[in-house]
């Protein structure tokens, strides 16, 4: 898929949209198919993208990349989309990943989030009231974890948004039964976002750990934070994608993060 074939849509747009929703993407066909099928149900009054910045893995599986075009054939009439190619081979960690989609976005403001994470409601008009009243603060929306959109682990890919029936299984973040600040799905304006210099491109070299450096570098840089428990956005289970040498990555992304935690002045 070259990148010329998503940017027809951005043709004339590019300075009007007020959104880029940022989704790195490997592996995750069904649940992207689905999460673009709240998209469109939700957000077609608005002027949005839609950035899915492709790991180098899935480009290079000649399989998994066609689904990938399948589906974004199947949205960019309905869907501003573009997908950006990650050059990054040997990376197991979306930090640099959601640096490439920035590079590339047109609007005002960003939205970090996953192609898991579908919205069952319409977020966009609530992130307008909020960013209404202080266009610089950095707001965090709740995610619950779900089943029953196929059964755990196995996502089924429904055709219209009524076909969404799902059982609450935990929160992955909510400010009173389980607060960690992550961007399952969360929203900052875009000027702001490069002003703290975004993800710490550092944290490719392992797993794990770049949400958490993420939230402290909101914090050590004094921006609001507001956590919205009513802003809900449902993470679908997935399988588990064997990483190699997983616990020597963890260690070396956990080691980084310490050390950078342990010279900022901040509480979590």
Not at 62 to 68: S, T
Not at 125 to 144: G, H, M, Q, R, T
Not at 149 to 174: D, M
Request: proline share 3%; glycine share 4%; with cysteine.
């Amino acid at each position: 898929m070259s990148n010329s074939s998503v940017l027809k849509n951005l043709t004339g747009v590019s300075k009007i949209l007020k959104y880029s929703i940022i989704l790195p993407y490997y592996k995750r066909g069904n649940h992207l198919y689905n999460t673009l099928i709240t998209f469109k149900c939700h957000y077609n009054k608005y002027k949005y993208e839609v950035i899915i910045v492709e790991d180098y893995k899935n480009c290079k599986d000649e399989k998994e990349h066609q689904v990938l075009c399948d589906i974004v054939d199947k949205f960019n009439d309905d869907i501003v989309i573009l997908v950006v190619s990650s050059p990054l081979q040997d990376c197991h960690n979306p930090a640099p990943l959601y640096n490439m989609g920035v590079n590339e976005a047109f609007g005002e403001f960003l939205i970090i989030s996953s192609p898991e994470c579908f919205h069952p409601t319409d977020i966009l008009s609530k992130l307008d009231k909020e960013f209404d009243i202080d266009k610089n603060c950095y707001i965090v929306c709740a995610c619950e974890d779900v089943v029953g959109i196929g059964g755990k682990g196995k996502i089924t890919r429904f055709e219209n948004f009524s076909e969404f029936a799902v059982t609450h299984r935990l929160w992955f973040q909510h400010s009173k039964f389980n607060n960690r600040g992550f961007h399952f799905c969360s929203a900052i304006l875009k000027d702001k976002y490069l002003e703290i210099g975004g993800f710490d491109n550092n944290f490719s070299l392992g797993v794990a750990y770049d949400d958490n450096d993420f939230r402290d570098n909101i914090i050590y840089h004094n921006i609001p934070i507001k956590l919205r428990d009513d802003l809900v956005v449902c993470h679908m289970s997935h399988e588990y994608i064997p990483v190699p040498n997983y616990e020597k990555l963890v260690e070396i992304n956990k080691g980084y993060y310490f050390n950078k935690l342990n010279k900022r002045n901040i509480k979590l």
